[in-house]
């Protein structure tokens, strides 16, 4: 095996460059994972494009990707949960394990946790190799894809906020957005037994995509008053529990008006500038939970064998997967044709 790997490095804002990089040393209680997919996030896209997410600007070159699925290579003198030839999904956070958040089993708040590609760690997975912690890497049922694998990132991120939101079967959801992790978002709620879903967003081929992974309705925002649209297929109502997964400051201010009285909202999506309105009266009026979803905690499991026994066909959300050469080409298009892109995956072998 070489001793050097092939890295993308955003040395620049809005341009990748690869760079040969040694490969990451195992430590004892790591394994050496060979990267097969590695999905692009939404905030790898904003960092990509803007420099920023909220408050935190990139200020020195940072490897972007959060989202890898790969094969095991090499394993520390410590671990024995996994071998060479493992394939494996990867949780990207380390916690500290020490803090209170952690060892009450909430490590996704650990004020500690080093997680890939999210400022200020400017180490991440657009590379041919990574070292990562054994217990944090998932071996993947012979049925499940290594793509599969890389997905299971933003389906933890999804089904973090369908369990968060605490929605009961039987019970009606609005999801704004439907892009990746609104999908993802719909798809485990699915799986909950909630069934009365309407889809809300501006781009028509997202919502052809919602469609045929199973929502009850889509309202195309750009066409006409989303709020309007919503009470009417709800009689007047406004659903059970209503999910912003956009990142938008229209579609956060619009919660309050499209849940049922003593309903939830669930924020999920980061807007640009960290900050959004909200119609403050409006929930109070009416009794409605606000809460709001951080990454995830103690999901890996039940996401594999969601997508192992069928329940969750992860793969129908990839629209585009290009090959590592091709990257810049990736990130330009995931950002620049949203209306053709849902979800684009790096093939990085």
């Known amino acids: 095996m070489s001793e050097t790997m092939k890295v993308a490095i955003m040395n620049t804002i809005g341009k990748l460059e690869f760079e040969q990089k040694p490969i990451p040393q195992v ?13 692009i996030c939404g905030s790898d896209m904003h960092l990509f494009e803007n420099g920023y ?3 935190k600007h990139v200020t020195e070159p940072i490897v972007l990707g959060h989202e890898p699925g790969g094969v095991v290579e090499a394993v520390g003198k410590n671990v024995t949960s996994l071998k ?5 999904a990867v949780e990207p956070g380390i916690p500290c394990y020490t803090c209170d958040y952690c060892k009450a089993g909430r490590y996704n708040l650990c004020p500690k946790v080093y997680f890939y590609a999210s400022l200020p760690v400017v180490e991440g997975c657009f590379a041919e190799y990574i070292s990562h912690p054994a ?3 998932f071996k993947l049922p012979d049925n499940v894809s290594t793509l599969e694998g890389a997905l299971m990132e933003p389906l933890a991120v999804g089904m973090h906020a369908a369990l968060q939101s605490g929605a009961q079967v039987g019970a009606s959801a ?35 995509k919602a469609k045929q992974l199973g929502c009850t309705h889509t309202v195309n925002a750009s066409e006409g008053n989303a709020i309007d649209a919503v009470m009417s297929i709800s009689d007047g109502e406004g659903a059970d529990y209503v999910f912003e997964t956009a990142g938008s400051e229209v579609t956060i201010l619009q919660t309050a008006k499209m849940v049922k009285r003593g309903g939830t909202i669930v924020l999920v999506g980061y807007t640009s500038s960290g900050k959004a309105q909200i119609h403050v009266n409006n929930i109070i009026d009416n009794e409605i939970t606000v809460k709001t979803v ?5 999901i890996y499991p039940k996401a594999i064998e969601a997508v192992s026994k069928g329940i969750i066909p992860l793969k129908e959300i990839v629209s585009d ?3 590592f050469d091709r990257i810049q080409e990736a990130m330009e298009k995931s950002i620049q044709h949203k209306d053709k892109v849902t979800k684009c995956v790096i093939r990085i072998r």
């Open 321 to 323: 997967i290009f090959e």
């Open 53 to 55: 997410i909220g408050e």
């Open 84 to 88: 060479p030839g493992d394939r494996v």
């Open 27 to 39: 430590k004892d209680d790591d394994v050496l994972i060979r990267l097969d997919y590695v999905g």
């Open 294 to 298: 951080f990454r995830y905690r103690n």
């Open 135 to 137: 217990n944090l890497c």
């Open 174 to 208: 609005v999801i704004l957005g439907a892009g990746a992790i609104g999908l993802l978002t719909m798809l485990s709620l699915k799986s909950m037994g909630v069934h009365n879903i309407t889809v809300v967003d501006l781009v028509q081929n997202r919502l052809e």
